[in-house]
């Protein structure tokens, strides 16, 4: 049984560009969390996405946009990169019906230059 | 918002020795994740405590959250080389608030 997958593992951008991140949740998850790990940090919660939907949001500015599809998979796109958006990106899935259960990937680390 | 505070920041401990790490949140925990990450990798899922009073352990890592629903411990016995890494606990709400981690390196 596959878990959360991700991708890529890892990115090199530079300031101003746009990038997309990739994830496909845990069999049986229909609910996806993005979180930004800076380093030496906790994750920090960006959105989450149930239904399609953008259902929760973190402190995060709008920069910082999601989708989901009807597969469940979703992805996280930033505009306009900034140094300060280097970090280690991950997606966690869980099941709407379960507050529990929440299952990480293994992350997309984004350097930005 | 739920704020999750974490000690120590980071540990080192002698092979073989004892160590716990503390939770504490600033309001009622309705569920504690504990996760352990490598650097740079993604969080595994160690144990998750729901109830006041609740202890769980696998291995040697014990996880206790106490009769208020405000403080969980975790405890590692007999520390081991496999159990470096960064332990972060979470509490789950609509989503999972994390407090910074606690890096934990083992000296052999």
């Known amino acids: 049984d596959a878990g959360v997958t991700q991708s890529p593992t890892h990115l090199i951008k530079t300031r101003g560009q746009q990038v997309t991140l990739r994830c496909s949740p845990k069999s049986g998850h229909d609910t996806v969390s993005w979180y930004q790990q800076a380093l030496g940090q906790g994750p920090q919660f960006i959105f989450q996405y149930y239904e399609e939907e953008e259902r929760q949001r973190g402190n995060f500015p709008d920069r910082f946009s999601g989708h989901q599809f009807p597969n469940y998979s979703s992805e996280l796109n930033v505009n306009a990169l900034l140094l300060g958006d280097s970090a280690l990106y991950l997606c966690?899935?869980?099941?709407?019906?379960?507050?529990?259960?929440?299952?990480f990937g293994s992350g997309t680390r984004l350097t930005v230059v | 918002s739920q704020e999750l505070e974490q000690s120590p920041q980071s540990l080192i401990v002698q092979e073989g020795k004892n160590l716990t790490i503390n939770c504490t949140s600033s309001?009622?925990?309705?569920?504690l994740y504990w996760y352990k990450q490598k650097y740079g990798e993604g969080l595994i899922f160690l144990m998750m405590l729901q109830k006041g009073g609740e202890e769980k352990s696998h291995e040697k890592i014990t996880a206790k959250l106490d009769e208020k629903k405000q403080q969980s411990s975790l405890h590692i016995t007999a520390s081991q080389p496999s159990h470096a890494g960064i332990y972060l606990c979470?509490?789950?709400?609509?989503?999972?608030?994390f407090g910074a981690g606690t890096t934990v390196t083992v000296r052999a």
């Open positions: 309001k009622t925990l309705y569920g």
């Open positions: 979470g509490a789950a709400d609509y989503k999972l608030s």
């Open positions: 966690a899935s869980h099941r709407r019906t379960h507050n529990y259960g929440y299952t």
